[in-house]
């Protein structure tokens, strides 16, 4: 057939249209008529002739129709049939497989706009009946209609409504799941309406698609986030990709790095073409915790490489990182608070870390972009921590620090990524330089974990710390020590660095600045030090590590063992003795530790020091020692060129090592000579250098103390330099009595009873120092009375009304120069001799030999307080060292096992307590029984502080079992103790008894056997400044116990409170503070409630007169009152600090919990939403908290008192007033109705606060009208005067909130409230005085800063009560029309600014409302 064929028989069809109808169209003369480029749609072609051929269609027929009406656009009843026909033949594959369907559908959508509303409906019928068989892509490829279909039946919203329902309803393929994706952002009905569920249909339909899939899934619903989708589904589409990439897959692990890798960097080309998307990832990520996941961190390190992201990025992986940390920490100390809040917070805070240590990890699996946000994070990580708050503060349990994280990220970072080592090294030489001494700390420490861990990669970045050695003398001390330290271990392998650091110490001990010749004199001993180290290690483990690095690095490894860096560095330590006092101590010190490391090493000390010891000592003067030569007069003021003291004790130290190395066992710390052999000449010389040094220690300590007491010594102690002579002397003593402790250890009997002598001299002539000096009123650095006590320098001893306090001042910090050891054997002669002086029998016979008694005892109580002084120090000493390695021979020696200081520590305790206690029943009245009593107690005190640092330390050094085992070996009988248990403590006695663990449970029986008593007899004695002390030791162990634990001992601290009268101030509020402190959660303000209303008794109010003391709590009377209640206010204080910490958590529930009502609509929860637990239990910590304020509000307090509670209070109402708008859902989410707790809260604040207040701010203006001529109200009344106007509005902004809740839930929350008269007052003119017209003006300028502060209140309140009402529902509240009450206040309501009055006038209640 040609082509002219269908045109005659047109023709013949035109031609016979008069006589007979044109005939039907078959199906061949379409497919004819569509082969014809130029032919159209003809005019007869009518629906009735077009349904027959339909009925069983062939697809060349569909083609060839869709085909015409491409050309000339149908009627919807063509179009209709075809389409229907079309989808059916479709759906059931009658297509033929070389048929390009894509192009059909290509040329369907054009013509869909000529479809009406049951056309409409009836395609979407089709196509939603077929949704479950699309199971394939090419089925798939019928939802490209989609778009259009529901763009024409948008007018129609129950159309869209049924066929989104059957979408929604049904089981999603890969197929339709891939389709819905790329084709959801083009559909204006989804994105704008059911997008949230549709992204929720997609995020499940995820978790089964194909892993390889995920990148392009991922690409399409960015770009829906980018199209411009609602805020709120924006938020819920990227936390949902944040969660589900959090998940763990089904895949190998090395593809799932790939996928996440891709996906980042679609995250990252989406992020650059859209800002605001990531502005939402930040946002998404700082708000909702339940997000964050190593993915997530990657996606802001990822988005950090963004310029304008960079810092945002950052900043929000620290604020998660840091703020997880401390609210961990916070959570932890927080005692009230659940424990499933404490838990979650403990989970989120590990998770966090997990994420950050895995991403780290994995930034080597294709993500080496985001490596240098790496590096950026780690080191603010490093830049954030608080050194000062750090120190003795721990960390939650399985945690890292931030310091730890840091440096654990930038290590791993270093040994993955050679191309990061290079900024490692700059960015720590760069901070280093630029941060001060605390900050730039951590960064040191991760130099020094990279030289100890990397120290071949290190050896390639040589020159960078060259580099920064140049600014050696230009950093502050304590950095410049701490970064040779960091850089020393690097020396064994590159004998470079060692003469580089070596050059620059050369040229540092000529410069001028003090600071800088100290930090030299350290790093000399450091390089000393260290070599004797790295010999002692041995050359066989050198070399065998040597052999492992390459060989360009060999040549540095070996470094100049052949010589010696002591003989080296000769000339610089002889020129540091040529220095201040601090470098000679430093040099001394190092002197002594390098005998120790090898105590072969004492011979080139010994010839060392002797030239110089010969300044000051002259071995044939009958007294050898100069003092003189120790200090220089410059211009009539002395100084101190020589510290003598510390110069002996290193020559002490030596000669005892010596004698001990001359043994014929050798110590651990002895090595054998390398490379040469001891000649007999130089044997000769040793011995002779070390007899010298024997001779004259021994003929010092012969004469010391009589040079003292008779000799030229005495002369020492006239005129001004008796101050500066008697720190010297003391140091002096300390160390000969060292020596001859450590004799006594070691000595036979008939030896010891001399040494034992010889110590008790030294220790007189120790006092008669301090007393001729005048150094024993400041200088003990233990203070009774104090709880809180340290160290003090002798620079920082204040000598009031004494001409030599700007002298004392040269003197540097030091600690005890007696060992462990040696206060060990003293502390236990001191025990001894009190033991053998019979203190009970020569009490009881005390006026037959009262002159010898007194004799005796005087020395014993010296003895016992030089030893608990020099014990303290050394205790502090010891935690104010830095120690580094455990593996220091100086700590070991010296210091040794601190826990054998325990046992004669409390041996003293319990025998200065018996006498304490005896010395208090006896009726003897002698003066010098009253002295030898208050020395006891001092000596008491003392023996408490000493054993609280131990504990201290013990818990530091996590060894707090031992220290009570060793304890525990004291029997009952020893101490004197009875019944261990009190009556009213036995249940919780019992309970201790069943714990489990057997650590708990010796810290529960050591509290109840030892340290309760201890407590209640220094109570009973009324030494309550020793009883402090004792309860910081009960609060050192208490906090060792786990949390659960610890309300066991509450009960018993407030029943000594409801037993004990006490009428000193402090203690009282010591004691207060303890209890509660130890009470649980759920009865510490019950308790407080308790103690504030005797409180309020005892202080009066303006309907009561006051009392002089209460009967339940005796210690709350006349003298206490003030202390006491500002602990309570303290409480306060801190209760709403907690409240505040915990009220912003809520409201990151809340965002969390209105999020997701929006994105589900669904409002129906089967458990508890988030953050219920929490929310309940401050509400019931609130309304705990206001029956406390409520005590307080009817007290006559004093001025600061006053000002202190109105601003408490008022913080307070702010607090309420953000719970009660966390409770007002916001606009497209259900409101809730309050809970039973909150209905109770906000009825104590209308019932028990409020009305209070009012009346407490009226008789606080009408204390100011009766004050006003005292020119001293004035800075009292300006600061009330700011104080009363915040208090009225944050009460007045609170029930505004409430006001607005009872609308919206139907709830009457202001049933209980009730009028006040300070709300709605006249003000009355008084009369004014002659003598008040001055300072009324000055009183004008206060009231007018003040109403223009209150004045901005005023208008931001009408501002937020014209929100409320548009908020507010308009159905009344109920019958009783409390709600209509509260908001008829609005009518009369007066301004903030107009409340206040001049002082100059009263404020009367109105009459029109009585």
């Not at 497989?97 to 559908?105: A, G």
């Not at 993500?367 to 946000?373: A, C, D, L, N």
């Not at 290190?458 to 920064?468: D, G, H, S």
């Amino acid at each position: 057939m040609t082509a002219t064929t269908p045109t005659t028989a047109a023709g013949r069809r035109q031609n016979n249209c008069e006589t007979s109808p044109p005939p039907p169209f078959t199906a061949n003369d379409i497919i004819l008529l569509a082969q014809n480029i130029s032919a159209t749609l003809p005019p007869s072609l009518s629906s009735s002739n077009l349904l027959p051929l339909l009925h069983s269609p062939s697809p060349s027929l569909l083609f060839s129709l869709l085909s015409l009406f491409s050309r000339s656009p149908p009627s919807s009843s063509l179009l209709t049939p075809v389409l229907r026909s079309f989808l059916r033949l479709f759906f059931s594959r009658n297509l033929p497989r070389d048929l390009d369907s894509s192009c059909l559908f290509h040329l369907i959508s054009p013509l869909l706009s000529k479809l009406n509303h049951s056309d409409l409906s009836s395609i979407l019928d089709i196509l939603s009946s077929h949704l479950s068989d699309i199971n394939d892509a090419d089925k798939a490829q019928a939802l490209d209609l989609l778009p259009h279909l529901l763009n024409l039946a948008n007018p129609y919203g129950e159309l869209i409504d049924a066929f989104l329902e059957k979408l929604l309803s049904v089981s999603w393929s890969k197929a339709l799941l891939v389709k819905m994706c790329s084709l959801i952002r083009e559909c204006p009905a989804i994105s704008r309406v059911r997008v949230s569920e549709f992204l929720r249909k997609i995020f499940d339909g995820l978790r089964d698609a194909d892993i390889q899939d995920l990148p392009w899934l991922v690409f399409q619903l960015l770009l829906l986030a980018c199209k411009g989708i609602n805020s709120v589904s924006r938020k819920q589409l990227i936390a949902d990709l944040l969660k589900f990439f959090g998940e763990p897959m089904k895949a190998p692990a090395s593809v799932v790095r790939q996928v996440e890798g891709t996906v980042l960097m679609h995250v990252n080309f989406s992020i650059k073409q859209d800002p605001s998307l990531g502005s939402e990832v930040i946002a998404v990520v700082r708000s909702d915790l339940g997000t964050f996941n190593h993915f997530a961190a990657a996606v802001l390190l990822s988005v950090a490489r963004i310029r304008r992201f960079n810092e945002s990025s950052i900043g929000a992986l620290k604020s998660v990182a840091v703020g997880s940390h401390q609210d961990c920490k916070f959570a932890r100390d927080c005692k009230w608070l659940p424990d499933c809040t404490k838990e979650e917070l403990l989970q989120y805070a590990k998770c966090v870390e997990k994420a950050l240590v895995r991403t780290v990890n994995e930034s080597s699996s294709g993500r080496e972009h985001v490596v240098p946000s790496i590096l950026q994070f780690g080191f603010t990580l490093l830049e954030s921590v608080d050194v000062k708050k750090c120190e003795g503060s721990d960390t939650p349990d399985g945690l890292m620090s931030c310091e730890e994280l840091g440096i654990h990220m930038l290590k791993t970072l270093f040994e993955a990524h050679e191309m990061a080592r290079n900024q490692v090294m700059e960015q720590c030489k760069f901070r280093i330089l630029s941060l001060k001494h605390p900050k730039s700390s951590p960064i040191i420490n991760l130099l020094g974990h990279l030289v100890k861990g990397y120290p071949y990669p290190m050896l390639e970045y040589v020159a960078r710390l060259k580099e920064l050695l140049d600014y050696f003398t230009f950093m502050h001390e304590k950095t410049a020590i701490l970064v040779i330290d960091a850089i020393i271990p690097l020396i064994k392998f590159s004998k470079d660095l060692r003469d580089y650091i070596i050059l620059v110490v050369r040229k540092a001990m000529f410069r001028r600045e003090d600071d800088v010749r100290t930090a030299a004199a350290s790093t000399i001993i450091g390089l000393i030090i260290a070599e004797n180290i790295s010999k002692k290690n041995g050359l066989n483990s050198l070399q065998e590590s040597s052999s492992q690095a390459s060989c360009s690095q060999q040549a540095g490894l070996i470094c100049g063992m052949e010589g010696s860096l002591f003989q080296e560095l000769n000339g610089l330590l002889r020129r540091c003795l040529t220095q201040q006092v601090s470098v000679k101590e430093i040099v001394y010190k190092g002197l002594t530790k390098l005998v120790m490391l090898d105590p072969s090493f004492f011979w080139h000390v010994f010839d060392f020091l002797w030239p110089h010891f010969l300044q000051f000592y002259n071995q044939d003067a009958e007294y050898p020692l100069r003092l003189d030569a120790c200090y220089l007069i410059v211009k009539g003021k002395s100084s101190q060129i020589e510290p003598l003291d510390h110069l002996l004790s290193c020559v002490s130290w030596v000669v005892l090592l010596q004698q001990h190395g001359k043994s014929d066992h050798q110590t651990e710390f002895s090595l054998p000579c390398f490379g040469f052999t001891l000649s007999q000449d130089n044997e000769a010389s040793i011995i002779s250098s070390g007899e010298l040094f024997r001779n004259a220690i021994s003929k010092i300590r012969k004469t010391f103390s009589k040079w003292i007491f008779e000799g030229s010594g005495s002369h020492v102690f006239l005129g001004e330099k008796s101050g500066i002579y008697g720190w010297l002397l003391l140091g002096i003593l300390e160390v000969l009595i060292n020596i001859s402790a450590i004799e006594l250890e070691k000595a036979a009997n008939q030896d010891a009873a001399s040494l034992e002598k010889e110590i008790m001299w030294l220790v007189d002539s120790y006092y008669y120092v301090e007393k001729e000096t005048g150094l024993n009123k400041q200088g003990s650095g233990i203070r009774k009375g104090t709880s809180r006590t340290y160290v003090q320098s002798k620079a920082d001893c204040e000598l009031k009304d004494s001409p030599q306090t700007s002298q004392l001042k040269i003197f540097p910090v030091r600690g005890s120069f007696l060992a462990t050891s040696s206060i060990h054997e003293i502390l236990i002669l001191a025990v001894n001799s009190y033991n053998s002086s019979s203190f009970t029998k020569q009490t009881t016979s005390l006026n037959h030999s009262q002159p010898s008694l007194c004799k005796t005892l005087d020395q014993c109580l010296k003895l016992i307080s030089f030893a608990l002084k020099i014990c303290f120090h050394h205790l502090k000493s010891f935690i104010s060292i830095d120690w580094g390695s455990n593996g220091d021979p100086y700590k070991a020696i010296v210091y040794g096992d601190l826990k054998q200081l325990a046992l004669p520590i409390m041996q003293l305790i319990w025998l200065l307590k018996s006498g304490a206690k005896k010395e208090n029943n006896t009726n003897k009245k002698e003066s010098k029984g009253k002295i030898n009593l208050e020395n006891k107690g001092n000596e008491l005190h003392q023996a408490l502080l000493c054993l609280n640092e131990l504990f201290r330390i013990s818990s530091l050094k996590a060894n707090l079992t031992e220290l009570i085992e060793v304890l525990d070996s004291l029997d009952a009988s020893e101490l004197n103790l009875e019944n261990t248990v009190e009556a009213h403590d036995d249940m919780e006695h019992k309970q201790a008894v069943m714990i489990d663990d057997p650590y708990v449970m010796r810290l529960h029986l050591f509290l109840d056997k030892r340290v309760k008593p201890l407590f209640s007899g220094l109570i009973a004695l009324s030494l309550f400044q020793e009883a402090v002390v004792v309860s910081e030791l009960f609060l050192i162990i208490w906090r060792a116990l786990p949390f659960e634990q610890r309300k066991l001992h509450g009960t018993w601290m407030m029943n000594i409170c409801k037993n004990t009268k006490i009428m000193n101030p402090k203690s009282a509020q010591n004691l207060l503070t303890l209890a509660l402190h130890l009470m649980p959660s759920t009865s510490d303000l019950i308790s407080a409630q308790e103690i504030t209303s005797e409180l309020l008794r005892v202080m009066g109010s303006e309907e009561k007169d006051p009392i002089d003391l209460s009967r339940s709590y005796p210690f709350v009377n006349n003298s206490t009152k003030d202390a006491i209640s500002a602990t309570l206010i303290q409480l306060i204080e801190s209760s709403l600090v907690d409240l505040d910490w915990s009220v912003s958590k809520l409201k990151a529930a809340s965002n969390f919990k209105h999020d997701f009502d929006l994105s589900t609509r669904d409002h129906q929860f089967s458990g508890r939403l988030p953050g219920v637990i929490l929310e309940d239990a401050v509400h019931s910590r609130s309304e705990a908290l206001v029956y406390v304020l409520s005590f307080f509000a009817e007290m006559n307090l004093k001025d600061s008192q006053a000002e202190q509670f109105l601003r408490l209070t008022a913080k307070f109402y702010k607090l309420l007033a953000r719970m009660t708008k966390l409770r007002i859902a916001p606009k497209g989410c259900k409101q809730l109705l309050p809970g039973q707790k909150f209905q109770k809260l906000a009825e104590a604040v209308c019932r028990k606060l409020t009305s209070k207040l009012y009346n407490f701010v009226a008789l606080v203006q009408k204390n100011q009208q009766e004050n006003v001529r005292s020119r001293g109200i004035l800075n009292k009344i300006k600061k009330e005067n700011k104080c009363i106007p915040d208090l009225i509005f944050q009460i007045e902004d609170y029930e505004r909130y409430l006001i607005q809740l009872s609308k919206l839930t139907k709830v009457n929350l202001l049933r209980n409230a009730k009028r006040s008269t300070v709300r709605d007052f006249k003000i009355l003119e008084v009369k004014k005085t002659s003598a008040e017209e001055e300072i009324e003006h000055e009183l004008g300028s206060i009231s007018s800063d003040s109403s223009v502060d209150d004045s901005g209140n005023e208008s931001e309140g009408s501002d937020e009560d014209n929100d409320a009402e548009k908020a507010a529902s308009p159905d009344p509240m109920g019958e009783d029309g409390a709600v209509e009450d509260s908001e008829s206040d609005k009518d009369v309501d007066v301004p903030i600014r107009n409340k206040r009055t001049k002082m100059s006038r009263v404020v009367h209640d109105s009459e029109d409302d009585t």
